[in-house]
T-cell receptor
Framework: AQSVAQPEDQVNVAEGNPLTVKCTYS??????LFWYVQYPNRGLQFLLK??????LVKGSYGFEAEFNKSQTSFHLKKPSALVSDSALYFC?????????????FGSGTQLTVLP | DAGVIQSPRHEVTEMGQEVTLRCKPI?????LFWYRQTMMRGLELLIY????????DSGMPEDRFSAKMPNASFSTLKIQPSEPRDSAVYFC????????????FGPGTRLTVL
């Protein structure tokens, strides 16, 4: 079984400050990890993914995430937050074994960037 | 590319009525997923298809829910009869060929059952 935990329901950060949205996962094999963002009344948009290789993954809108196998974490980061980054962020995982393609999503973290 | 298309975008119906939600995946994608999002339960996978065949429907809440994918370009999620607790946003997503590619989500259908 695979699972994802986003321990923070809400993260507030001042504009211009660095932001971190936390994610930990559990899978039986090696993980494929994803971050999605959801703006109000919209569908989820893909931000970035880790499949293999470099542990630091860069994605859209200046976001990046660091894969840490020993801590089973995949935290989302951005060096300087913008008010427009305010949205709901989802971490997701799938196991790379077998043919199953479904993702397991975390509960989401509401990011608010304060001007 | 128009992306994943869902219709209707909003649906308001009365308890007991049949509701049909529609999804057109991105052309060339061979996997399709239906999700439900609520404040209480977050994002839940209901069912997914590979090459038009249902693979895992363990997330379908009960027999009132059914999903079909008659061809590669169309899928439906039907609720019959609908109940107020079915009120949620329903998302469809599709996956491009390849074992580790990301899912692309549609804009969702906001369903309200009165």
């Amino acid at each position: 079984a695979q699972s994802v935990a986003q321990p923070e329901d809400q993260v507030n950060v001042a504009e211009g400050n660095p932001l971190t949205v936390k994610c930990t996962y559990s899978v039986s094999g090696n993980p494929y990890l994803f971050w999605y963002v959801q703006y109000p009344n919209r569908g989820l948009q893909f931000l970035l993914k880790y499949i293999t290789g470099d542990n630091l993954v860069k994605g859209s809108y200046g976001f990046e995430a660091e894969f840490n196998k020993s801590q089973t974490s995949f935290h989302l980061k951005k060096p300087s937050a913008l008010v427009s980054d305010s949205a709901l962020y989802f971490c997701a995982v799938r196991d790379n074994t077998g043919s199953a393609r479904q993702l397991t999503f975390g509960s989401g973290t509401q990011l608010t960037v304060l001007p | 590319d128009a992306g994943v298309i869902q219709s209707p975008r909003h649906e308001v119906t009365e308890m007991g009525q049949e509701v049909t939600l529609r999804c057109k995946p991105i052309s060339g994608h061979n996997s399709l997923f239906w999700y439900r999002q609520t404040m209480m339960r977050g994002l839940e996978l209901l069912i997914y298809f590979n090459n038009n065949v249902p693979i895992d429907d363990s997330g379908m809440p009960e027999d009132r829910f059914s999903a079909k994918m008659p061809n590669a370009s169309f899928s439906t999620l039907k609720i019959q009869p609908s109940e107020p607790r079915d009120s949620a946003v329903y998302f469809c997503a599709s996956l491009v060929r390849g074992s580790y590619n990301e899912q692309f989500f549609g804009p969702g259908t906001r369903l309200t059952v009165l």
